[in-house]
């Protein structure tokens, strides 16, 4: 059975950075996610990775400050993360699923994520203060 291990979460300032990592116990699945959910919120797509073409998708929030990566060889995705803002405060969480849509990696939030992606991680706490 995979696991997927989040870690890298902190407590930083506003405008700060940070790198979650995610490491899958097997490999990196077709499509991989980053997802994030902050209290009394519902689970948002923040960004979604096609392995194989290495083809990236972000959520409209984080377009332009977030970047997603990957290694192959350790099994891991990175999410980078700058000019964090107070709203970027949530639990994150990394999914995969083995299928694509023609190429494509869904970017969904709320109850459909869990449609998409049948294998997460446990989350890491992202906090930023103002």
């Known amino acids: 059975q995979v696991q997927l291990v989040e870690s890298g979460g902190d407590s930083v300032q506003a405008g700060g950075s940070l790198t979650l990592s995610c490491t899958s116990s097997?490999?990196?699945?077709?499509?991989m996610g980053w997802f994030r959910q902050a209290p009394g919120k519902e689970r948002e797509g923040v960004g979604s990775?096609?392995?194989?073409?290495?083809?990236?998708d972000y959520a409209d929030s984080v377009k332009g400050r977030f970047t997603i990566s990957r290694d192959n060889a350790r099994k891991t995705m990175y999410l980078q993360m700058n000019s964090l803002k107070p709203e970027d405060t949530a639990v994150y969480y990394c999914?995969?699923?083995?299928?694509?849509?023609?190429?494509?990696?869904?970017?969904?939030?709320?109850?459909?994520?869990?449609?998409?992606?049948?294998?997460w991680g446990q989350g890491t706490q992202v906090t930023v203060s103002s």
């Open positions: 990775l096609y392995v194989g073409a290495d083809k990236t």
């Open positions: 999914a995969a699923n083995g299928h694509s849509y023609g190429g494509t990696c869904p970017l969904v939030s709320g109850v459909r994520s869990s449609y998409e992606y049948p294998y």
């Open positions: 097997l490999y990196l699945f077709t499509c």
